[in-house]
């Protein structure tokens, strides 16, 4: 592997990683349904339960037919759509970009690029869509306080991909080394 080339970071990924991210959706899902059922959201709050069981679970039985990285790449699109689903319905989009750009955080711990770009895109998709549409996703809040969110989230996406990069490349330098002293041992 030449210097400055990207790792197989994927190796670093355990099943126990997948069951915390698994059991960080089920909590942070209870935690907000049971909130909006407190609220009087009653709908939303039974819906977001459901998705903290639903989503899981579902990537719990396919563990046997996807690998660890595609498993990770589910439950970080799907908690993201939950986000971006829960708080549009409740007009409050804008209240949720740090949660969103905190899911993105916590898919790096899957070392996947197409991951976060994936998740980059449909967070600026909704977003930026959310614009068009401001009385739904965003409800009376100032437009100025939104745009700067938006920028916000991106300068978030930018430095969480630049870190991601780095792990990778210096996964990658490690892995180079290593080879080199095995061979020359051998």
């Known amino acids: 592997m030449k210097s400055g ?68 790449m589910i439950l970080t699109q799907a908690q993201l759509l939950a986000i971006i689903l829960i708080s549009s319905t409740k007009h409050e989009l804008h209240g949720m970009f740090a949660l969103m750009l905190a899911s993105m955080a916590v898919g790096c711990i899957y070392f996947n690029k197409s991951n976060l770009i994936i998740h980059w895109i449909v967070m600026d998709i909704a977003s930026i869509g959310g614009l068009l549409m401001p009385a739904f996703f965003f409800g009376e809040a100032a437009a100025d306080l939104v745009i700067k969110g938006i920028l916000g989230l991106n300068v978030g996406a930018v430095l969480l991909l630049y870190l991601l990069n780095s792990c990778n490349k210096s996964i990658g330098q490690a892995q180079e080394a290593q080879t080199e002293a095995e061979g020359l041992l051998g």
């Open 5 to 72: 080339t990207t790792s197989d970071s994927s190796s670093f990924v355990t099943e126990k990683m997948v069951f915390i991210h698994m059991m960080f959706i089920a909590g942070v899902c209870l935690a907000f349904g049971i909130t909006n059922l407190a609220t009087k959201y009653v709908a939303i709050g039974i819906v977001t339960i459901s998705m903290g069981v639903i989503v899981p679970t579902s990537v719990f039985l396919l563990r046997n037919r996807l690998s660890l990285i595609v498993r990770g």
